[in-house]
């Protein structure tokens, strides 16, 4: 384990004359059983630093369930085409090796190609080829690393996923968007005001967000790739807690334009807004299950904020949570299985996870200001805002509490982490 | 001539974007980001484009009315402080906003925005609600005084703006809060 955060640290410092104020991640906690496997450099990855085969093994490592062995320098290099000595592989003690080869084309892109292999059945599982721009390299070894994992684990890999999050720098509040794993972050809007609650389209080509650029809160939906954004709700009053319905075509939103907070459904291109429901309380932060058919919500109608749920066709809210004065940021697991939330816990806010069967609850983190948690799109992390040392970071743990990660940034208050979907 | 064709086609889109909108939105400034970036084309193995940034405009404000700046007068004070998880405007805080009441009475073109803040604990949208809360009593007790409900307008600013920012109670205490402001001073 030691060795590992100091093989990991030594990453990062490599990393840094390319990355800027990006985010580094730290390991706190590690899965029960890791496969070893062994990831050869990709034969002429050198043109292309730091190298594909280390972000692959990076994203392996960070999962928790993957161990990458240290490897000599091979002689001569492997690439995808190459026969495959088992028994040497045996010996080096890998379950599982990737070879391949990254081959500069004449347009000025690149080939990447990759062969996966069961070291223990000796056979291969399988391979992908891949042609790229310079600037997608990570990109596309993030995608190398999900088809690893999704061989290895039976679940699909969430490294090619992107997250979007709020940096605070003095009064300057910048959206971002980064890859999974923090790196390759790109702004997607700079305020000198708030931005708050930010949640991705369905599509993941979209976000709404909460900006207080108009000295009150207002709901916009922004287009990444272009920058063009346009007001979902800008109701006299206030206008927050945007959420997606599953369809991307609509979504729940919190209004004060008939007094109160008060929840309300409005089209993605700000028309079409009717009332879901009415009560003389706050309710707020909607949530759709992934199926559609329920809306998660906050609201102090018994007295402390408690979360509930309502069919999403509007119907009489159920209350869901029960232990404790303070439950609120309500977020599904994508099976629709369990319930993430924050709760007070002695003083202290921290990530609860609420099994919706069994309804059972655990408490997955130790930390005392934890908000926003956010599901990766496997379901297998949350993550999660915190403050470490008097500053924002953001946070992950896996759903069964065992590991847990860190990502922060040299400069600044991180805060409202949103974890975007899988993209094909 | 093709940057020139290009911008209009983004205002199009973004006078579509308001028409589209119902009539009691108002249409906050929206960014005009133009074309995406030529030769950006979308890589077959990522399906993924670049971001492109956005900055907002940084607004400016000044304020009509003079006697609402005289330090001797009342109506330069603007801040109603609440008690822990409480709403309800206390009595010393009677006279400032009866004092503002009037105010709005004697002159019917000036507008108010009450904007409702909470400490910075807990949820920061569950916050949004309660500064609501807050707002929306000042905005309550103004118009019973005589103000026109439709001269204010009650939001909240939640944790998000916090006055004073060490993790203690006379801090948070300064943050539970509700601010009225003129038209012109946001």
């Known amino acids: ?424 | 001539m093709r940057a020139i064709t290009c911008s209009a086609i983004a205002c199009v889109v973004l006078l579509g974007a308001c028409a589209t909108t119902s009539e009691d939105q108002k249409p906050a400034p929206t960014e005009s980001a133009g074309p995406a970036k030529p030769g950006a084309s979308t890589s077959p193995t990522t399906g993924r484009e670049p971001v492109k940034p956005v900055e907002t405009g940084k607004p400016s404000a000044t304020s009509p009315f003079a006697v609402l700046k005289d330090p001797n007068n009342i109506l330069s004070k603007r801040s109603v402080y609440f008690d822990y998880d409480k709403f309800d405007v206390k009595d010393e805080y009677r006279k400032l906003v009866e004092a503002h009441a009037q105010f709005l009475k004697a002159n019917p073109s000036a507008k108010m925005l009450i904007q409702g803040n909470a400490d910075e604990r807990g949820s920061r949208e569950y916050n949004v609600g309660l500064g609501q809360r807050r707002s929306d009593s000042v905005k309550k007790l103004l118009t019973l005084l005589g103000a026109r409900e439709d001269q204010i307008e009650s939001v909240s600013l939640g944790e998000e703006k916090p006055v004073c920012t060490a993790a203690n109670e006379e801090c948070y205490a300064k943050n539970r809060r509700g601010d009225m402001l003129y038209n012109g001073e946001y």
């Open chain 1, 1 to 424: 384990m030691l060795l590992r955060t100091i093989g990991l640290a030594a990453l990062l410092i490599a990393w840094l004359p390319v990355a800027r104020a990006q985010l580094a991640i730290e390991i706190t906690g590690a899965g029960a059983q890791r496969i070893p496997i062994a990831i050869v450099p990709l034969a002429g990855e050198k043109v292309l630093p730091p190298g594909i085969s280390t972000i692959v093994r990076a994203d392996l490592e960070r999962s928790g369930l993957f161990r990458g062995l240290e490897l000599p320098p091979l002689n001569p290099e492997p690439n995808e085409n190459s026969n495959v000595n088992y028994a040497e592989w045996r010996s080096r003690l890998a379950d599982a090796l990737v070879v391949g080869s990254v081959t500069p084309r004449p347009d000025g892109r690149f080939d990447a190609n990759f062969r996966l292999y069961d070291v223990v059945k000796q056979k291969p599982i399988g391979g992908l080829g891949f042609t790229f721009a310079k600037e997608q390299a990570r990109v596309t070894a993030h995608r190398i690393a999900d088809f690893v994992y999704e061989k290895l684990t039976g679940e699909k890999g969430v490294f090619s996923t992107r997250i979007a999050y709020v940096v605070k720098r003095g009064n300057r509040y910048e959206l971002q968007v980064a890859d999974a794993d923090g790196a390759g972050q790109e702004t997607a809007l700079a305020s000198f005001e708030p931005i708050i609650s930010p949640v991705w389209s369905p599509d993941g080509k979209r976000l709404a967000y909460v900006s207080f650029e108009n000295k009150k809160p207002v709901i916009y939906v922004h287009t990444l790739a272009d920058g063009k954004r346009h007001v979902v709700a800008n109701f006299k009053g206030s206008n927050s807690a945007p959420a997606w319905a599953p369809d991307g075509q609509r979504l729940a939103v919190v209004l004060s334009r008939e007094g109160g907070s008060q929840l309300f459904m409005v089209n993605a291109d700000g028309s079409g807004v009717r009332r879901l429901a009415s009560s003389p309380a706050i309710d707020t932060e909607p949530r759709f299950s992934p199926d559609g058919q329920w809306i998660y919500f906050t609201s102090d109608r018994g007295g402390s904020p408690q979360i509930y749920r309502m069919p999403a066709a509007g119907g009489e809210p159920q209350r869901i949570t029960f232990e404790g004065s303070y439950n609120v940021s309500p977020r599904i697991s994508p099976d629709g299985k369990t319930l993430a939330y924050i709760t007070r816990n002695s003083g202290k806010f921290q990530v609860a996870l609420l099994d919706l069967s069994t309804r059972q609850a655990q408490i997955l983190t130790d930390s005392e200001h934890d908000e926003s948690p956010s599901f990766s799109p496997n379901g297998r992390m949350i993550l999660l805002a915190t403050v470490i040392g008097g500053r924002g970071v953001l946070s992950a743990v896996s759903a069964d509490g065992r590991m847990k990660q860190r990502l922060s940034t040299a400069a600044g208050d991180v805060r409202e982490p949103a974890w975007g979907p899988f993209v094909e």
